[in-house]
């Protein structure tokens, strides 16, 4: 049974750094593209981030580019999300998603393209 759970959210200030884990159970870690995901309040869950399976291919989405940056560690079957000068836009649930399947890049920026999901984690920044 694939698990994915988050942690590292919390309340933070404007301008703070922030760093969100995800682990990884009951899959081959190696095998998955991941994906970083968030959802505020009354909005669509958007793309924030996604990573090859390698730790390369990364992109980002514009809105945070420059600030988050996505990691993997596939010995310990982990992807992190870094977040640096985050603003109070950054205020979502972030999720974390896998994907086994081949994908183009456009198609890793899209919902669809995963089959897991993390039950999420908060992110508050306060002005």
């Known amino acids: 049974q694939v698990q994915l759970v988050e942690s590292g959210g919390g309340l933070v200030q404007a301008g703070d750094s922030l760093r969100l884990s995800c682990a990884a159970s009951?899959?081959?870690?190696?095998?998955?593209?991941m994906g970083w995901f968030r959802q505020a309040p009354g909005k669509e869950r958007e793309f924030v981030a996604t990573?090859?399976?390698?730790?390369?291919?990364?992109y980002y989405a514009d809105s945070v580019k420059g600030r988050f940056a996505i990691s993997r560690d596939n010995a310990k079957n982990t992807v992190y999300l870094q977040m640096a000068s985050l603003k109070p836009m950054d205020t979502a649930v972030y999720y974390c998603a896998a994907t086994s399947r081949v994908v183009y890049a456009s198609q890793r920026m899209g919902v669809k393209a995963y089959d897991y999901w993390g039950q999420g984690t908060q992110v508050t920044v306060s002005s």
């Open positions: 990573i090859g399976r390698s730790g390369s291919s990364i």
């Open positions: 009951g899959l081959t870690f190696s095998g998955f593209t």
